[in-house]
C-alpha cells in the first residue's frame, strides 16, 4: 500500500511539474481502518467528509446552495464557511 501511495505523491509532482526526490522514513503500511489512499477512497467517505468548493454566481444565498447540495447528495447536514460577495465589499 506504501507504493501506491508514494506513487499517488510521485504523479500529483509530474503533473505539477515537481522534481524532488522523497526520502522514505518507515516501510510500515497504515491499517486501512484508519483511512484510505485518495485514488481508493469511497465516494460516501468523500460526500460524509469532504468539502465542496461552489463558485457561487451572484443571485442564489449561500443557504440555498447548501440546501441544494443536502438534496443533490441526500444528506441531512451541509453547511457553509463564508461568503464573499464583491459587490457589498468595503474597503
Do not use: C
Request: no cysteine; net charge neutral; glycine share 8%.
Amino acid at each position: 500500500m506504501k507504493e501506491k501511495g508514494l506513487e499517488f505523491i510521485k504523479s500529483l509532482d509530474r503533473y505539477a511539474n515537481i522534481n524532488v526526490e522523497y526520502i522514505v522514513k518507515s516501510d510500515d503500511d497504515t491499517d486501512p481502518r484508519y483511512g484510505y489512499l485518495p485514488m481508493q477512497r469511497p465516494i460516501d467517505v468523500h460526500i460524509r467528509n469532504g468539502v465542496i468548493i461552489v463558485d457561487k454566481p451572484p443571485g442564489p444565498t449561500s443557504h440555498e446552495v447548501v440546501a441544494w447540495i443536502k438534496k443533490m447528495f441526500n444528506i441531512p447536514k451541509a453547511g457553509h464557511g463564508g461568503t464573499l460577495e464583491p459587490d457589498r465589499l468595503i474597503i
